[in-house]
């Protein structure tokens, strides 16, 4: 007698293979066409820096022109919503940053999309270290002599920001929370100009922005630099300290950038942007070109590492503006 097997039993096993299948010939083929990176900022901002030193050199590595899309508009949430909405192809990546995938989330109420959960998180690309830095007046040359002398004067001293909700404007009201001082903020339009020169007049104690918006002005004793957001010291300021040296293990990254893909990207397609992302940040002319700039390269092992990244960051971030208070501006 012969034996008869369910067609509904093999169904699963069927739809499996041929999806399995439909994914090798997809990477097999890709990319086919042009690429599309969003950048959801302005052209001349950091974002766009990092763009458009990796595009040629993307476009060289997949074989395929890289299309570098500004999609400028609410914070950057125009174009992370943008690229969560477009196909799961391969064909529309984003270069997110932890303003876009990690604080503003928790920061807007109508945020449009989970970034967790609606993306693939490829990648990290690029971190631009924070430093804190105060005015030649302000007395000592330690974060510990600097929250003495805030603790002495408790709501009289102010320092600068670029906005209540940048990753540097919250790294120092983490600051605040862990060491107890009671020192205002000022947010301004922008770290590198506003921020530094409201700094440099000494119209504020001090600043928390990026390394680079610094370094030019440590060499004339017009500020000093008392500790750097960052997993190792900064080659352009060997004597400072990292804030994970002085004991805050939370602050090792200042204002990450990463790549992301829409989720259900398949594997194999994920899996050949990660190889020519990985080899591209390698590369000595990319290295120079970003360090330039004062972005160190950092890359994740896999994408399941940088996925794991991008959760731990994400509930960070959340946390601290939940307890900061800051909300959309």
Not at 30 to 35: H, L
Not at 159 to 168: E, H, L, M
Not at 250 to 267: F, R
Request: aromatic share 8%; hydrophobic share 45%; charged share 15%.
């Amino acid at each position: 007698m012969k034996r008869r097997f369910p067609c509904r039993a093999l169904m699963p096993l069927l739809l499996s293979a041929l999806t399995v299948a439909a994914q090798a010939q997809t990477a097999s083929s890709y990319p086919a066409r042009p690429v599309r990176m969003i950048v959801p900022f302005a052209p001349g901002g950091a974002s766009d820096f990092v763009g458009r030193i990796l595009q040629p050199k993307l476009s060289e590595e997949l074989g395929q022109q890289v299309v570098i899309d500004n999609r400028a508009g609410a914070s950057g949430n125009i174009g992370v919503e943008l690229t969560a909405h477009a196909p799961a192809d391969g064909y529309t990546f984003l270069l997110g940053n932890v303003g876009t995938m990690a604080i503003n989330p928790a920061v807007f109420d109508k945020f449009p999309v989970k970034p967790v959960r609606d993306f693939i998180c490829v990648s990290t690309v690029v971190d631009v270290a924070g430093a804190l830095a105060v005015h030649s007046s302000v007395p000592g040359n330690t974060l510990r002599e600097f929250i003495d002398y805030v603790k002495a004067r408790p709501g009289k001293l102010n320092y600068s920001a670029a906005a209540a909700s940048s990753a540097q404007g919250l790294i120092m009201e983490y600051l605040k929370l862990k060491t107890g001082i009671n020192i205002q903020q000022i947010p301004y339009k922008g770290g590198a100009g506003p921020a530094t020169t409201a700094l440099l007049s000494g119209e504020v104690a001090a600043s928390l922005v990026t390394v680079a918006s610094f370094v030019p002005h440590v060499k004339g004793g017009r500020v000093k630099v008392l500790a750097v957001v960052a997993a190792k010291r900064i080659a352009a300021l060997p004597d400072v300290p990292t804030f994970l040296e002085l004991g805050f293990n939370e602050l090792t990254t200042g204002s990450w950038q990463a790549v992301y893909l829409p989720a259900g990207t398949p594997s194999p397609v994920v899996k050949k942007i990660y190889a020519a992302v990985t080899k591209v940040m390698a590369d000595p002319w990319v290295i120079e070109r970003l360090g330039s700039g004062g972005a160190d390269v950092i890359t994740s092992k896999s994408p399941d590492d940088c996925g794991r990244f991008m959760k731990t960051q994400s509930e960070f971030w959340g946390k601290l503006v939940k307890q900061v208070g800051v909300t959309g501006e």
